[in-house]
């Protein structure tokens, strides 16, 4: 089922020439591949200091004292900040949300005062002439330390005996969410088959390129704060900033220029930064910090380490009963702010078995302290780990029943037509396409001659596998994300369009570019609204002087929500552009229409005016207009779901591998995904969205993992050790679509952005166990390193 | 710390000559001193491959060299691979595949592309993911890069014949 627009109204967008739905390169690309572009990394400003953070080499310990004479006296070096020097420009803060009842954290300090929670928290910082000089300085800084034990297992976080890292919260609890829908004991009793598992995800992090990098420079006489930094939120930047230097919003402004890479790494607000922003205030002068490899590792945020106990009940001819699960996550010592750690397991309760039809599903989910650097969301946050969750029982139980994958999910998946509908934990599905998404995909990747592939490779000793996991993803976050529970985080968007004195557009939008592409379909929208070619127009992103106030580019929400929002503001403009030209033409403005830059007639398409000489003649002859006309060649528009909370999407991969048996080495041969996000603007944007994303989950898979000791202390902070998919061992990815678009929007695209790495683990992992299942073997565990797998054929 | 040191070079074919400290490595070097940020730092111990340049006609990670060493070398950096049209059309390439995103990697990506394209005119997709193999890209997942390099071989054959 190709769904065909259900949005008549796309009048606009569905016209000659138009770019929506059409391949058409980036803008910008050239600065970028000529390495002229500017990240915060590449910038430099006048009497710029560089400051080095001295991180403490302890998971936990009481700073006893800091000696920093010498050091201060070192060449370079222009001052030496401990944690409660700066308190006296930056008060601390508590990550977290009133709607995540229970949530708790504790007082978080730029810069650590008496205690270290973490290996890589900040103790002091040390600012000099150059980054370098820094590091001298800061070899002679003595801190002192009074090691206190160190909790690092979740499992044995709430144990009476294991000491509590926050003594005024009373237990290592952050946060905790039950939910009991249906009637899943009996359910249960009701089964054929109960299955049950263990499911273990590793630890892992974004790994950005280009680490995280801020430069502050507090103007004093201004009395005004600029922040260069690659944020995928400046106006949520700004806000927290304001908040804890004492500031207005007003007087801090948030500049993002080109960012290497976020991922949901660069949404947060880390402390290393904040301490950056204060540092400026304090000294007077713009300050630098440019996380290095080791430090991007030790302080980036991490994501994903759980432990979920799953049940899945089904009947002999597949019919699914109920789900539960029982999942634990450490978040690290604090919940991060100001969007919480909390996150993450709260949309794994939300997730775990979406696709299907069960109204039965039990859920607990807990969140725990630990002395290991922070936990939050990172991209496709909490998707992973249900959709693994989800699709390793149902590949569980219909091994045990014997019953082909597909047959099960076929047997089980909500009907195309069944919507709108809710799920058991509240999800409202506008229309999804769980059973048009899977025959695609079945299609895309010849499963019946895959299978038979199979079988015939396996008397040679070749041991392959095929992994299916359908999904659905979170999309287009309306103020329910964190509005809601007080986050000062904008879930709407706006746009601003205006025809420039050439006839030219200028766009100015508060989404932000990290690479998905957000200039583009900007661009896109608006040209093909306004009859623009898009050469002619120009988008400007990432600065909250200079564009509307929004969220940003997060959560999959570019271009279903900033999309929208250049939409109508393009409609406004277009009809004050024809409202202005029918006067300049003594024609109407439902006669005329605007092609290639140029006013026509709306029948027939005969030129009647250009945009060039249009706009010439508003800004620079106006006397010549008809009394009482006053051109309005600038639009506005903001946007914001209200209808849905979320745009769910849904849809479903497949992997197809080999395991070497001997060396437990995996080798990925062909992934496949079919994906619905709605209208899709830019078609090779979205399969490169969705390219990216499923790398990144493959690397989760097979990788990517923060391997810490009993002691806190984070093993692998280097590229050489903690690994990640480089192009030798990854496969060709296709890519299929299915398009139920959303009708809250006129736009009717809904996110893309975290489609990929949401399936794509499961994928793998079910691809892996069903290449052993001669052996007997079942691993629900990633990543599925070589270790891993050997262990499980009991080779080692 | 041990003094500046002088030394002469060529980068991008213009005569360079500095005192720079011992330990100063040739990122660094190309980046602060010279201002050519197009050579980007991402890991600082020759694994990303971000800080790809080229000296004497050879790929390096510009993070492990240091920058006495290129006293008498030739460095060529993106900015002047792109300056002398050398690569446009492998840039081209990746534009029109848009096989990069948030583009970090990229010129260290076209550096590593073009060092194979020279050595072998005709590569297939698992020669080029062998040799990009040491590059680094969060964004793509490659993809759109194997892509992108392969359609450059066929199009230079194309014209060479």
Redesign the interface.
């Known amino acids: 089922m190709t769904v065909a627009s259900a949005n008549p109204a796309l009048s606009e967008l569905d016209r000659p020439n138009s770019y929506i739905g059409k391949v058409v ?2 803008p910008n ?11 915060v ?2 910038m430099e400003l006048p009497r710029m200091g560089h400051v080095l953070f001295l991180r403490s080499p302890h998971a936990h310990a009481k700073i006893v004292g800091i000696d920093a004479i010498e050091a201060r006296h070192m ?1 370079g070096v222009i001052a030496i900040v401990t944690g409660q020097e700066l308190g006296a420009v930056i008060t601390p803060w508590v990550g977290v949300l009133s709607h995540l009842k229970g949530l708790k954290s504790a007082p978080q300090n730029a810069i650590a005062i008496d205690r270290v929670c973490w290996q890589g928290e900040a103790v002091a910082a040390v600012v000099a002439t ?1 980054r ?1 000089l820094a590091e ?1 300085a800061a070899e002679i800084v003595r801190v002192e330390y009074q090691e206190l034990e160190a909790v690092t297992d979740m499992r044995t976080a709430l144990n009476p005996e294991t000491p509590v890292i926050h003594p005024s919260l009373g237990d290592n609890l952050a946060f905790e969410r039950n939910l009991d829908a249906g009637t899943v004991d009996a359910a249960f009793a009701e089964s054929d088959e109960v299955v049950e598992a263990d499911f273990i995800f590793g630890r892992h992090t ?6 995280r990098a801020v430069l502050a420079d507090w103007n004093a006489a201004e009395a005004r704060l600029t922040i260069y930094q690659g944020t995928q939120a400046p106006h949520m930047v700004q806000n927290i900033a304001a908040l804890h230097l004492g500031l207005e919003d007003s007087q801090v402004r948030v500049v993002c220029k ?6 949901g790494i660069k949404v947060h607000i880390y402390a290393d930064e904040m301490a950056t922003y204060a540092l400026s205030k304090l000294l007077r002068r713009p300050i630098k910090f440019v996380a ?2 080791v430090e991007s590792f030790n302080t980036d945020i991490h994501a994903r380490d759980h432990l979920c106990k799953g049940r899945i009940g089904l009947k002999r001819d597949g019919t699914i009963m109920a789900f539960e699960i029982d999942d634990l996550t450490g978040i690290g010592p604090y919940s991060m702010y100001p969007r919480t750690s909390a996150i993450e397991a709260n949309q794994v309760v939300n997730l775990v078995g979406g696709p299907y039809v069960t109204r039965n599903y039990r859920a607990r989910a807990r969140v725990v302290f630990q002395n290991k650097n922070v936990m939050c969301q990172y991209r496709a946050v909490g998707h992973p780990i249900a959709c693994s969750v989800t699709e390793g029982l149902v590949d569980l139980a219909a091994l045990k029943i014997g019953m082909d994958p597909v047959e099960i999910r076929r047997r089980n998946l909500i009907a195309d037509d069944a919507y709108p509908c809710v799920s058991p934990s509240g999800l409202r599905f506008e229309l999804l396409s769980h059973h048009a998404a899977m025959t695609k995909l079945l299609a895309m990747m010849d499963y019946d001659r895959l299978r038979a592939e199979q079988a015939a490779l396996r008397k040679s000793n070749i041991h392959r596998g095929i992994g299916i996991a359908s999904f659905i993803e979170v999309t287009n976050p309306s103020a329910a994300f964190y509005g809601v529970g007080g986050a000062r985080i904008s879930s709407q968007d706006g746009v601003a369009v205006r025809l420039d004195a050439q006839g030219s557009v200028i766009c100015q939008t508060s989404i932000t570019e ?4 957000s200039e583009s379909l900007t661009a896109q929208i608006v040209g093909s609204v306004l009859g623009v070619s898009m050469e002619r127009v120009r988008v400007i992103l990432g600065d909250t002087d200079n564009t509307p106030y929004g969220g940003g580019t997060w959560a999959s929400r570019g271009a279903g929500i900033g999309g929208e929002a250049a939409l109508q503001a393009a409609k406004v403009l277009r009809k004050n552009i024809l409202d202005v030209a029918a006067a300049i033409l003594q024609s109407s403005p439902g006669e005329l229409d605007i092609v290639n830059n140029a006013v026509v007639n709306a029948s027939g398409g005969s030129p009647r005016i250009e945009l060039r000489e249009l706009a010439r003649i508003v800004y620079f002859r106006p006397d010549t207009l008809p009394p009482g006309i006053q051109p309005e060649l600038m639009a506005t528009r903001h946007f914001v779901p209200r209808e849905y909370p979320f745009a769910f999407t849904n849809g479903v991969q497949a992997s197809w591998l080999e395991v070497d048996t001997d060396t437990g080495f995996v080798k990925l041969l062909r992934h496949w995904v079919v994906e619905d996000c709605g209208t899709i603007i830019n078609p ?2 979205v399969d ?1 969205q969705i ?6 989950g493959l690397g989760a898979a097979l990788f990517e993992k923060c391997i810490y000791d009993e002691r806190g202390q984070l093993t692998n902070a ?3 050790d903690y690994l ?7 496969p ?2 296709d890519v299929g679509h299915v398009v139920s678009p959303t009708s809250e929007t006129e736009l009717g695209a809904k996110g893309a952005g975290e489609a ?1 790495t949401a399936g794509a683990a499961a994928a793998v992992a079910n691809a892996v166990n069903d290449a052993l299942r001669p052996f007997g073997a079942i691993i629900t565990e990633i990543p599925l390193t070589p270790q891993v797998i050997l262990t499980a054929l009991g080779r080692i | 710390m041990t003094a500046p040191v002088p030394i002469s070079l060529d980068v991008n074919g213009e005569r360079v000559d500095a005192h720079v400290l011992p330990r100063l490595n040739l990122a660094d070097f190309l980046r602060e001193h010279l201002k050519l940020t197009g050579t980007h730092v991402g890991c600082e111990h020759g694994v990303c491959g971000a800080c790809t340049v080229r000296v004497d006609g050879e790929i390096v990670r510009s993070c492990l060299m240091l920058a006495v060493q290129m006293h008498g070398a030739s460095v060529e950096t993106i900015e002047g691979l792109s300056d002398s049209g050398e690569v446009a059309d492998l840039q081209a390439a990746f534009r029109d595949r848009n096989a990069l995103q948030c583009g970090f990697c990229t010129p260290g990506m076209l550096i590593a592309a073009q060092d194979l394209l020279k050595q072998n005119t005709e590569p297939d997709r698992e020669q080029i993911r062998q040799h990009l193999s040491g590059n680094y890209c969060r964004c793509t997942g490659y993809q759109a890069i194997v892509d992108a390099v392969e359609s450059t071989a066929r199009a230079r054959i194309g014209r060479r014949s």
Not at chain 1, 514 to 517: F, L, W
């Open positions: 390169p980036r690309l050239e600065r970028l591949m000529q390495g002229r572009g500017l990240y990394s590449d060449p150059s370098a001298d974004g790994v950005t390129l280009e680490p080109d960012v290497g890479g976020s991922f290095d490899r990290q690479g998905q592409g090779q944007l490169e390219r990216g994303g499923v790398v990144q280097n590229m050489a990640v998919p480089m192009s030798g061992e990854m060709d990815i990929g």
